[in-house]
């Protein structure tokens, strides 16, 4: 699932641009302020950056450079400053896109859909988090630059953590991801053991184990 970080103050339009967003399958981490949007970032990363630039706590310019001198994210600025050094400020700053308002929610949508399809043309061949890279079109890990041995089931487990970096996933729902399609019968001891077996290859600081609610990936990850 494909995330975006939408950083906008205005508590009613960042639910409703979410809400809109969200009907369009992507997973949307919202923030009122650049200091949540930045731990957000740094904890979680984001596939696109939706950010409004004048904030409580500072301007969204500065929080885009931040984003474009750390990652390739698609950045798109989404504010009422509407003049002609206003929107080249935005593209200077890194922006693939700025949108004034009032605008069409409709528009919003078209833009971020073309933009994600983009993005998967570009950068979905390989994921990087820490010193953890994975070359999806190889079905290779590196960490640190040396290739691990991951099984086959390894590799879809580490893959879909680092898709959903950030979000809890409950061993029900990575039974039903990794195991379910191939309709095998296993338990949820099966998600345990091959956690474990992940996390003594990897290390122990990038999967953590929310007592009583499942397992976290811990950092940002990016694609390229």
């Not at 050094?85 to 308002?101: P, Q």
Request: proline share 1%; hydrophobic share 40%.
């Amino acid at each position: 699932m494909k995330t975006i970080l939408l950083l906008e103050d205005d508590k009613s339009l960042n639910r409703g641009i979410s809400f809109a967003l969200q009907k369009e399958g992507y997973q949307v981490y919202s923030a009122f302020t650049i200091a949540e949007a930045k731990e957000s970032f740094h904890l979680k990363g984001a596939d696109m950056v939706i950010s409004d630039i004048t904030l409580p706590d500072g301007s969204g310019l500065e929080f885009g450079q931040m984003v474009r001198e750390e990652s390739d994210t698609c950045l798109l600025y989404l504010t009422a400053l509407d003049t002609e050094i206003d929107i080249v400020n935005g593209y200077d700053s890194g922006a693939d896109d700025y949108i004034t308002k009032p605008f069409s929610l409709m528009v919003l949508i078209s833009k971020v859909n073309a933009m994600m399809r983009r993005l998967t043309g570009k950068d979905a061949n390989v994921l990087v988090s820490k010193d953890i890279e994975v070359r999806l079109n190889e079905a290779k890990v590196y960490q640190s630059g040396q290739e691990l041995s991951l099984s086959k089931t390894e590799m879809q487990l580490l893959i879909y953590l680092l898709e959903n970096a950030g979000q809890i996933l409950s061993k029900e729902t990575i039974l039903d991801k990794i195991w379910g399609i191939d309709g095998q019968f296993v338990d949820d001891n099966t998600v345990t053991v091959n956690i474990s077996r992940l996390r003594n290859k990897l290390g122990t600081d990038y999967i953590s184990n929310v007592r009583g609610l499942g397992y976290l990936w811990n950092g940002a990850v990016t694609r390229k």
